[in-house]
């Protein structure tokens, strides 16, 4: 069954329709004046300007037909012909049962599956992630879940940075530093040993924080030091032609990194399908080079090789993709287009979606529209999905106290010291093991962290506050998450006086108090949240329907008493609190965030 304001919307285009009117213009919305009324349609006085009648009229019109729909308890017209909509208590009664009784909880599924793919994440070799891998692991995440859920066949992937000239750098960096390492390295560019044997076993003592510690270093000698420029090149395009020496080094700092990003991601609850990179397309980049030739795309520009995507009707010149620099070699754009020729003959995707820092928004502009010049997508199929940035309180990029870029373990592990500061506070967990104590704290500092990110509009900048942040009053994470084990905790009440859910007085519900009524309607509003968050690739809708949903049981945990009341009363309650906490669960679960089962 649809959801109410579905349900309404199509009764009151009906009686529109029936009146020789748009049938359009009877769309419902939720009241502005909840007070007055759950839901409203102010189509009346759109029709009165198109038919030159009083809007009054035709608002009373349209009541009349709605006066005998059974879903209704009163159909009211207010100020110049708005009219106004108040659901019977049985008809809230009926939708609450077919929630509590759907495994998807009033949620529907898309009329059309498609096959998305999510390109979120973007971290790369040698690098752990900064606070500036946030934001895109923390929506993308989010974006692949609602997606799954809406019925698609979803794929996330890390798409790694693992490819380029910072790779000769790097390897040439530690082999200076590791003479054992260098001699195993030319030892198996000439041959003398097979991949694998003993001597390349040095490569096991290189370490992320080796890498970590090493690239910038590299990166600025790169700069100021022409020779060891021109080396790491020589040991970039050794490597693109899998030099095994290099190509067996390569690897290693590879699966350093990706076994220490998979660390960090998994502890914000962000897990990839796939963990493809660049060098997985570097093989296809000479044959499509020659297939863009062949077509007629490439332009010879100044030595280097371009495709023009300007369109008539731009408001802004854009660029041309550098496909071959005047070098001869690839260009990052080029590794990116590569990618949407691999994701086409690979998933054959309906639609890719890329959840990348706005900023970046032209680069994806130009790729995309050279792909459909290319015919490796159709247009629409690429979608560019932006953010703002996370900001420090002075309205900057974060940064650490010394101006320094935060690495994302360090603000995860920050978050945790917070957490446990605060459950310590409010003194919950005090009963339960250290394990246990441990394994609570980790939820809420990632409650905390995601929340804080996904309350808002993904175009938009916020200001992060861990203090604010990781509080359990307010709009927060932790907030939610005491609601919910709130909800748990009567559950496990009630069972064990054995009336709970668990027991056969469980149910039915029956909706009468207004606590009940606005709990409800909150939880109808579930599929409007949802579609939202899918059509506009916005998880705050579902944040926000999660956040209200909270507010709703308080109230009604304040309002209407549960373990108290009379067994048919209690039993209807149990079942709607059992119902509020199913949806409340996974609407947190496709923001990514985990409910503990006790605090």
């Not at 890390?158 to 195993?184: R, S």
């Not at 940064?399 to 373990?409: A, H, S």
């Not at 409800?520 to 329907?545: G, I």
Request: charged fraction near 25%; aromatic fraction near 8%; charge should be negative.
């Amino acid at each position: 069954m649809s959801d109410l304001k579905s349900q309404l919307s199509e009764a009151v285009e009906a009686a529109f329709a029936g009146l020789g009117l748009p049938a359009e213009l009877g769309r419902v919305t939720v009241s502005d004046r909840p007070d007055l009324a759950d839901f409203q349609s102010n189509g009346a006085l759109a029709a009165a300007k198109r038919v030159g009648k009083n809007p009054r009229e035709i608002a009373a019109a349209v009541a009349e037909r709605l006066s005998g729909d059974p879903r209704l308890a009163t159909v009211e017209i207010a100020g110049p012909g708005f009219i106004n909509l108040k659901l019977s208590d049985a008809a809230l009664t009926d939708r609450a049962r077919a929630i509590a009784a759907d495994p998807r909880l009033g949620a529907e599924t898309v009329a059309q599956p498609r096959r998305v793919l999510v390109d979120y994440g973007g971290p790369n070799v040698a690098k752990p992630m900064h606070v500036g891998h946030l934001r895109a692991s923390i929506i993308g995440e989010s974006i692949k879940r609602i997606y799954r859920f809406r019925g698609d066949a979803v794929k996330g992937d890390a798409h790694f940075g693992d490819w380029g000239y910072q790779m000769g750098l790097l390897i040439g960096a530690v082999m200076d530093e590791h003479p054992a390492i260098a001699a195993a390295v030319e030892r198996l560019n000439a041959g003398i040993e097979p991949p694998g044997a003993a001597g390349a076993a040095a490569f096991n003592t290189v370490t992320l924080a080796d890498l970590d510690r090493l690239y910038p270093e590299a990166a600025a000698k790169g700069k100021a030091d022409t020779d060891y420029r021109d080396r790491a090149r020589r040991i970039t395009a050794a490597l693109q032609d899998r030099k095994p020496g290099y190509h067996a080094l390569w690897q290693r700092f590879r699966d350093v990194t990706q076994v220490a990003l998979e660390r960090d991601f998994h502890a914000l609850g962000v897990d990839f399908d796939l963990w493809k990179g660049e060098s997985d397309v570097e093989d296809l980049i000479d044959p499509m080079v020659a297939e863009l030739d062949a077509k007629g795309l490439l332009v010879d520009d100044q030595g280097a090789r371009i495709i023009r995507v300007v369109r008539d009707g731009d408001k802004k010149e854009l660029p041309p993709l550098l496909v071959v620099s005047s070098e001869g070699s690839a260009m990052y754009g080029t590794t990116d287009l590569a990618t949407i020729l691999d994701r086409k003959r690979e998933f054959a995707p309906n639609l890719v979606i890329y959840c990348v820092d706005q900023r970046q928004a032209d680069h994806f502009e130009i790729v995309f529209r050279a792909a459909y010049l290319a015919g490796y997508a159709l247009e629409g199929e690429l979608n560019h999905v932006g953010f703002g940035t996370m900001n420090g309180t002075d309205g900057k990029p974060f940064k650490t106290r010394e101006g320094g870029v935060l690495k994302l373990n360090d603000m995860i592990e920050m978050t945790r010291a917070k957490a446990r500061e605060r459950l310590h506070e409010a003194g919950l967990g005090e009963n339960l093991t250290p394990e246990d104590f441990e394994d609570i704290a980790g939820k809420v500092a990632v409650a905390a962290l995601k929340f804080a990110d996904l309350q808002n509009f993904r175009g938009t900048s916020y200001v992060f506050d861990l203090d604010r942040f990781t509080s359990f009053e307010g709009k927060t994470g932790p907030y939610l998450l005491y609601q919910a084990v709130r909800i748990k905790s009567v559950l496990r009440r009630a069972a064990a006086e054995g009336f709970g859910a668990e027991g056969a007085a469980a149910g039915p519900i029956t909706v009468a108090e207004p606590a009940e009524r606005e709990l409800t309607l909150t939880l109808d509003a579930f599929e409007t949240a949802l579609a939202e968050a899918y059509d506009r690739y916005a998880p705050n809708a579902l944040a926000e329907h999660a956040y209200r949903l909270s507010q709703a049981f308080s109230k009604f945990y304040a309002g209407c008493p549960i373990l108290q009341a009379e067994p048919q009363v209690r039993a209807s309650r149990l079942a709607l609190a059992g119902a509020t906490l199913a949806q409340l669960e996974r609407a947190l679960d496709l923001l990514g965030i985990a409910v503990p089962e006790r605090m």
